[in-house]
């Protein structure tokens, strides 16, 4: 199987007969959960790619143009910015793992932290609705709207626990991709100008 198939929203669903309208909603929540964190898992192996050979890249030409005491701050703090960057790509990318792990339990987890409860049913929907309306809009930009969701479960999250990983890797995801590609693009402008005083 592969990790597309594994996080399917039709590997989640079960028969469409006799589904109560919370059976209903859960199904769609899940749904369009896994869809986006399908989708954020190839955006997460393109912005690898882009960190890795920006920071490892930079970093070599750091060690080759540099010398003396530059070199020493370069190899420390170099080395670190490196790895923050490659690192939080990598953090986005392995809590994703976990929820496709845990993707047969999204369902009843979902389901029971509907019942009873019209607040949490109403700020699902309102969710669900304006995510399936944003199928074209950038998995950053649609990630916005699950923070409210975040919240209602994150005050129950002992009872939640694949729920809370799957809206903790969807809302956290923006800001580990926006520090990959920061610290990326200052690695390359770093390279920049290291190519300039290898080549002078």
């Known amino acids: 199987m592969s990790d597309d198939d594994a996080i399917s929203p039709d590997s989640v669903e079960g028969p469409d007969n006799d589904r109560s309208p919370i059976d209903e909603l859960a199904q769609r929540a899940v749904g369009v959960l896994l869809g986006l964190l399908r989708r954020a898992n190839a955006l997460a192996g393109g912005v690898l790619i882009f960190a890795v050979v920006a920071c490892v890249g930079g970093y070599l030409l750091g060690i080759t143009a540099l010398s003396g005491g530059a070199l020493n701050v370069w190899i420390v703090f170099g080395g670190l910015g490196a790895a923050w960057a490659i690192g939080s790509v990598l953090l986005a990318m392995w809590r994703l793992s976990v929820v496709r792990r845990g993707s ?5 987890e979902v389901r029971s932290f509907l019942s009873g409860d019209n607040d949490a049913q109403q700020t699902v929907l309102e969710t669900v609705e304006v995510s399936e309306e944003s199928d074209d809009e950038s998995i950053v930009t649609v990630s916005r709207q699950f923070f409210s ?4 479960v994150d005050a129950h999250k002992a ?4 729920l809370a990983a799957a809206l903790r890797s969807l809302t956290t995801f923006p800001a580990l991709m926006a520090l990959a590609v920061v610290v990326g693009f200052a690695f390359a402008a770093a390279s920049f100008v290291f190519v300039l005083i290898l080549i002078f």
């Open 159 to 162: 009872n939640f626990t694949h």
């Open 104 to 108: 047969g339990a999204l369902v009843d």
């Open 149 to 152: 969701f975040r919240d209602g």
